[in-house]
């Protein structure tokens, strides 16, 4: 630490897995860092100051607020930050809301003009997307993207049994497909990023497997942004074509192995002559042994059909931490992008009264 942080003061509303998580890298980045927690049972780390409600905080101390709360206190934990700062800087934990909030939240957002607000994203600037970019370019100059293809998977069956939550609103589509579409964001110039945004989900572009615990437990989607093709991918469940249900993980991701708990993050972009794979962290064991935390591996097949592999070591969590929070000091983000909320919601509607898939996945046995 070289002390660039020490002065600026970052108040975690919220001490749950994510908060206590933040607060962590926070710390260890030097800021100062206080906590607001209405269970007063919890233990915070030495020298931070722990209050009971956001009231009690004194507000013209607190440089950022990283709200960390359930979801649905979202929008609640926003106003009664700006009752106290109309000109307040928050960084809110994704998703920015509930969908069914949006206009509530655009109104909140329209009625505080001082106001600065982020939501967290690892994904869409970090250096390994960049490096997938670059590295495609490099190997086939002057080709355009034809296709880019995100799959994320996790079984999170353990991890609701020990009490993780339940998106009963979206299903899988409340998960990871946050980070997904941050990504896609990250790949593609904003005009396609925005005509996938706002295209409606044509018949046979999106499939799905339902499951009564999670409601919607993997999805496939398969379009278009303009003239890239797009394949999204996501389970929670682990891989769904183990049970025969014409739902599985796709074929590609077979050649990069699972990490523990059955995660794999996977990035593919793809031009007429080449293709560039990131496999996120965390990384599962590969030909060159396994790899430590925040390191990425990029797998590259040249136009001459070479398969070249590289790493990339990014700490994802904490240099967002520190770019978004840098940003909404200087007053370079004004309001969240909420069209990734309208996407989420538009695709979980339409698995939701569509086409459903019997219910073919049965409890974890692990």
């Keep these: 630490m070289n002390g660039e942080f020490d002065a600026v003061h970052?108040?975690?509303?919220?001490?749950?897995?994510?908060?206590?998580?933040?607060?962590?890298?926070?710390?260890?980045?030097?800021?100062?860092?206080?906590?607001v927690e209405r269970n007063t049972a919890v233990w915070l780390p030495d020298g931070v100051r722990g209050?009971?409600?956001?009231?009690?905080?004194?507000?013209?101390?607190?440089?950022?607020?990283?709200?960390?709360?359930?979801?649905?206190?979202?929008?609640?934990?926003?106003?009664?930050?700006?009752?106290?700062?109309?000109?307040?800087?928050?960084?809110?934990?994704?998703?920015?809301?509930?969908?069914?909030?949006?206009?509530?939240m655009q109104a909140v957002l329209a009625a505080h003009p001082r106001l600065r607000v982020a939501v967290m994203d690892q994904y869409r600037d970090s250096a390994v997307i960049a490096r997938v970019r670059e590295t495609l370019r490099t190997l086939a100059p002057g080709e355009p993207v034809r296709?880019?293809?995100v799959a994320f998977s996790k079984d999170r069956r353990l991890d609701v049994r020990r009490g993780r939550f339940v998106d009963?609103?979206?299903?899988?589509?409340?998960?990871?497909?946050?980070?997904?579409?941050?990504?896609?964001?990250?790949?593609?110039?904003?005009a396609r990023y925005g005509s996938y945004l706002a295209r409606p989900v044509a018949s046979g572009e999106l499939r799905c497997l339902f499951d009564e615990q999670f409601v919607i437990s993997a999805a496939l989607e398969e379009t278009w942004a303009g003239p890239v093709q797009v394949e999204l991918f996501s389970t929670v469940v682990g891989?769904?074509?183990?049970?025969?249900?014409?739902?599985?993980?796709?074929?590609?991701?077979?050649?990069?192995?699972?990490?523990?708990?059955?995660?794999?993050?996977?990035?593919?972009?793809?031009?007429?002559?080449?293709?560039?794979?990131?496999?996120?962290?965390?990384?599962?064991?590969?030909?060159?042994?396994?790899?430590?935390?925040?390191?990425?591996?990029?797998?590259?097949?040249?136009?001459?059909g070479r398969v070249d592999r590289s790493h990339v070591t990014e700490f994802l969590m904490?240099?967002?931490?520190?770019?978004?929070?840098?940003?909404?000091?200087?007053?370079?983000v004004s309001t969240p992008d909420l069209r990734t909320l309208h996407r989420i919601a538009l695709l979980s509607s339409h698995a939701l009264h569509v086409g459903r898939l019997p219910h073919a996945v049965g409890p974890s046995t692990g």
């Design 318 to 332: 904490s240099d967002a931490l520190r770019r978004l929070i840098t940003l909404l000091r200087d007053g370079s």
């Design 51 to 104: 209050w009971r409600t956001v009231e009690d905080v004194p507000a013209d101390t607190v440089d950022v607020w990283l709200v960390c709360t359930p979801t649905e206190d979202h929008l609640r934990t926003l106003t009664r930050i700006l009752a106290l700062d109309p000109a307040a800087r928050v960084l809110l934990e994704k998703p920015a809301c509930r969908t069914a909030e949006i206009d509530r």
């Design 239 to 304: 891989d769904p074509a183990a049970a025969g249900t014409g739902v599985g993980a796709p074929a590609w991701t077979a050649d990069f192995p699972l990490a523990h708990g059955g995660r794999q993050r996977l990035v593919r972009v793809e031009s007429e002559s080449a293709h560039v794979t990131a496999e996120l962290e965390p990384v599962g064991q590969g030909p060159d042994g396994p790899l430590p935390r925040n390191v990425h591996r990029i797998t590259a097949r040249t136009p001459a």
């Design 147 to 149: 296709r880019i293809r």
């Design 10 to 35: 970052v108040c975690v509303v919220g001490y749950g897995v994510v908060g206590t998580l933040h607060t962590r890298l926070l710390t260890g980045l030097g800021f100062r860092v206080s906590v």
């Design 168 to 190: 009963r609103d979206h299903g899988v589509f409340g998960y990871e497909w946050h980070h997904m579409l941050a990504i896609l964001g990250g790949l593609l110039p904003p």
